[in-house]
C-alpha cells in the first residue's frame, strides 16, 4: 500500500515575493489588466497571483535588455565572475526561504527543492570560474603572412522560457551561462510557478546592473511567442515540451535567430542478465520518482532481460511499495509529492487509465490517490507491449512502465525506438556491454549502472525530438556567445 504522509506541520511560507514583473531592475506592474492565479497542487488553493504578461511587457523588457547590453559584455570576465560568485552567496544565504518557497509553490519534497537550490548555486559558482578559463583556437599564421585570431563574443540580448518542474534550477541553469558568456536577457518563467524566480530576481537585484535581467510574467503563447519572434534578440532558449519548442523554433525562423532546445525524454532503463538487480531496483526508487517523476530525465521506461524480469520487478515493486508521499509540510521522509496543476494530474490518470483498458497491469500504484490535491500513487507497470502509449510517449508522472528483450541487439533496437533522444542507463557488470551499448544509444547522456546523477561540470540535453543545445558546463558558453574570426595581414 503507497503511503501518504500527513501534514499537519504549520505553512511552509507566510509571504511571497513581489508578484510583478521585474523590468529594468526594479519590480513594475503589468500593462494589461490580465492576472494569473499560482496555485498550491497539494490543496488546491490559490497561493498567489501575478500579472498576465503581455506583447507591450515583453518590448518594454527587452528595451531595457538592449540599453544594459553593451556595459554588461563590456565588463572584463573577472568582474562578472566575480558578480555571479555574488550571486551564489545570495542564494545560498537565503537557501532555506528558497526550498520552502520552492515547495509551496510546486509541491515538491523539501529535500527535492533543497537539492535544486544547491544545484543552482553550484551552477552560478561553476560559471563563474569558466568564464575566466574559456578556450579557443589558437592565434595563429593559418595563410602565409596572415595571423588569425579567434573571439568569443555574446549574442546580445536573449529571451529564455523556463519550466514548471525546475522553476529555480531551470533559471539558473540559463541565466549563469548567459550571464558569464555577456549577454542579457528577458526571462519568462512558467505560469503555473513563477515565485522562485521572481525571488531570485528580487535576491540579485542590487548585484546586477539594471537590465541585466529582466523577468516578465506571462503565457506561452503571448510572452513566450514575442520572444521567439523578437527582432531584437540574439536567442530564443527554451526549456519544455516538445510542442512548445517547436512553436518556439517556427517563430524563431522568421528573424534567423539562434534556437537553444531542451525538450523532453522518454527514458530508457537497460537491464542486462548480469546487472545487479537490487541496486538497479534502488537506484529507480529515486531516478523514476525524483520530482514526482516530473522529470525530463526520469528514468521512466525499463527494458529488462527476459531471464531476470520477475525477480527484478519484484525487488523494484517493494522499492516502490515504501515510497511515502505527501505534502513537503509532512517532512523530510516524504520522497513524492503532487502533480503541478489539474491538468497535468488529469493527463497523467488518463495516460494510466487507457493503460489498463489496454491490458497492461499495475504491479503497484496505478491510481490517482484519495484526498484533496493532485496526488497518483506511484505506479509499476507491467505486461507493456512493443509500442504501447505508455512506453513510447512521455508521461511525466511517477510511472515505471517495464518491457522485456530477448538479446543485445533487440533491447538497443527499442530503446531508440522512441523520438525524444535525452538520456538513458544501461545496467551490467560486463565490460564490453558497458562499453559497446552506450554508443549505439541515440541519447544526449548515458550512465551506466546509475541514473539521473548531473554535475555542473559535464553537459546536459539531448537528441531527435528532444531538442539541441547544451546546458551546463563549457559547452552552455559557447551555446550562448558567438565566433568571430579576425585576421592580419603582416606580410611586408
Known amino acids: 500500500m503507497i503511503r501518504r504522509a500527513a501534514a499537519d506541520a504549520p505553512p511552509l511560507v507566510t509571504g511571497f515575493p513581489a508578484a510583478r514583473h521585474f523590468i529594468d531592475g526594479v519590480f513594475v506592474e503589468g500593462s494589461g489588466e490580465g492576472v494569473i492565479e499560482v496555485v498550491d497542487p497539494c490543496t488546491e488553493e490559490v497561493v498567489a497571483v501575478v500579472p498576465e504578461g503581455t506583447v507591450e511587457d515583453v518590448d518594454r523588457a527587452v528595451a531595457a535588455a538592449v540599453a544594459a547590453r553593451s556595459g554588461w559584455a563590456g565588463q572584463l570576465p573577472r568582474q562578472r565572475s566575480e558578480l555571479l560568485h555574488s550571486i551564489a552567496d545570495r542564494l545560498a544565504e537565503n537557501a532555506d526561504e528558497l526550498s520552502r518557497l520552492e515547495s509551496a509553490d ?54 529564455v522560457v523556463t519550466p514548471w518542474n525546475y522553476p529555480l534550477l531551470m533559471a539558473a541553469w540559463k541565466i549563469a551561462p548567459i550571464l558569464a558568456a555577456g549577454n542579457t536577457l528577458v526571462l519568462k518563467p512558467s505560469e503555473q510557478t513563477p515565485l522562485t524566480t521572481l525571488k531570485l530576481a528580487e535576491l540579485v537585484a542590487d548585484l546586477l546592473p539594471p537590465g541585466v535581467l529582466n523577468v516578465v510574467n506571462g503565457y506561452g503563447a503571448v510572452v513566450g511567442a514575442r520572444l521567439a519572434e523578437h527582432p531584437d534578440l540574439g536567442m530564443i532558449a527554451l526549456t519544455g515540451s516538445v510542442a512548445s519548442g517547436r512553436a518556439v523554433a517556427r517563430a524563431a525562423a ?83 509529492g503532487p502533480m503541478v496543476s489539474r491538468a497535468h494530474f488529469e493527463r497523467v490518470a488518463g495516460y494510466l487509465e487507457r493503460a489498463r483498458k489496454d491490458g497492461v497491469r499495475a504491479a503497484v500504484g496505478g491510481e490517482p490517490l484519495d484526498g484533496p490535491g493532485y496526488f497518483i500513487a506511484p505506479t ?27 538479446d543485445e541487439d533487440e533491447a538497443v533496437r527499442r530503446a531508440n525506438s522512441v523520438s525524444l533522444g535525452l538520456s538513458a542507463s544501461v545496467w551490467t557488470e560486463n565490460a564490453r556491454l558497458a562499453q559497446s551499448v552506450p554508443s549505439r544509444l541515440d541519447f544526449g547522456t548515458v550512465w551506466v549502472n546509475s541514473h539521473l546523477v548531473l554535475a555542473s561540470e559535464v553537459p546536459w540535453g539531448g537528441f531527435k525530438g528532444s531538442g539541441y543545445g547544451r546546458d551546463l558546463s563549457l559547452y552552455a558558453l559557447d551555446d550562448f556567445s558567438r565566433t568571430k574570426h579576425v585576421m592580419h595581414n603582416r606580410g611586408r
Request: hydrophobic share 45%.
Open 106 to 159: 510546486t509541491g515538491k519534497p523539501l529535500p527535492v527543492s533543497a537539492d535544486d537550490v544547491a544545484q543552482a548555486v553550484d551552477t552560478f559558482r561553476f560559471m563563474a570560474g569558466a568564464v575566466r578559463a574559456t578556450t579557443s583556437l589558437a592565434a595563429g599564421e593559418y595563410a602565409q603572412d596572415h595571423l588569425s585570431v579567434i573571439l568569443r563574443e555574446p549574442l546580445g540580448v536573449i529571451g
Open 254 to 336: 522568421e528573424s534567423l535567430k539562434r534556437v537553444h532546445l531542451e525538450l523532453g525524454g522518454k527514458a530508457p532503463v537497460l537491464v542486462f542478465p548480469d546487472a545487479d538487480l537490487g541496486a538497479a531496483a534502488a537506484a529507480l526508487r529515486v531516478a523514476g520518482f525524483w520530482n514526482s517523476g516530473q522529470e525530463c530525465g526520469a528514468a521512466c521506461r525499463v527494458l529488462v532481460h527476459e531471464s531476470v524480469a520477475g525477480e527484478f520487478v519484484e525487488r523494484l515493486v517493494g522499492e516502490v511499495r515504501e515510497l511515502v508521499v505527501g505534502e513537503p509540510r509532512g517532512g523530510d521522509g516524504v520522497e513524492v
Open 380 to 406: 509499476v507497470l507491467v505486461d507493456v507491449p512493443e509500442g504501447a502509449e505508455v512506453a513510447r510517449e512521455e508521461i511525466f508522472g511517477p510511472v515505471i512502465t517495464v518491457e522485456t528483450f530477448t
